[in-house]
C-alpha cells in the first residue's frame, strides 16, 4: 500500500484528502505544522508527500528545501498544494524541487490523477 504524507494546517483540507485518498487504497498520515511535519517525513517514509507552503512553524519551502538535502528523503515526490497561485510562486516552488504545483481551491479527481 502506498503511503501518502499531508502536511497542512487547515484541518478541513486535511481530512477531505484523508477521506478521498484512504478511498482510494493510501494509508495516508498527517501533520498540521512545518516543523512537525518535516519530522513525520522522516519516521514515516512516505511515498509521496501533499505540501502546503503556508505553514505554523517552518514554511512549506524551508520543509521541501530540507527534504531535498536529506539523502534519505530527497528523491520523495513532493507535490505543493497550497493557496499560493501567483506565477512567482509556481516557478519559486518548483526550482525549491516540488515535482507538481496545485493550487487551492482544487479538484479533488484532478489531484487523484497527478498522484
Not at 512545518?34 to 507552503?53: A, H, M, R, S, V
Not at 528523491?75 to 525549491?96: H, Q, S
Request: charged letters at 35%.
Amino acid at each position: 500500500m502506498k503511503k501518502i504524507l499531508i502536511i497542512d494546517d487547515e484541518i478541513h483540507i486535511v481530512e477531505l484528502l484523508k477521506f478521498n485518498l484512504e478511498n482510494n487504497g493510501y494509508k495516508v498520515d498527517y501533520s498540521y505544522d512545518g516543523f512537525d511535519g518535516y519530522l513525520k517525513t522522516k519516521e514515516f517514509q512516505p511515498d509521496l508527500i501533499l505540501l502546503d507552503w503556508m505553514l505554523p512553524n517552518i514554511s512549506g519551502i524551508d520543509v521541501l528545501k530540507k527534504i531535498r538535502e536529506d539523502e534519505d528523503l530527497k528523491d520523495t515526490p513532493v507535490i505543493m498544494l497550497t493557496a499560493k497561485n501567483m506565477e512567482r510562486d509556481k516557478v519559486k516552488g518548483l526550482e525549491e524541487g516540488a515535482d507538481d504545483y496545485i493550487t487551492k481551491p482544487f479538484g479533488i479527481k484532478e489531484l487523484l490523477a497527478r498522484i
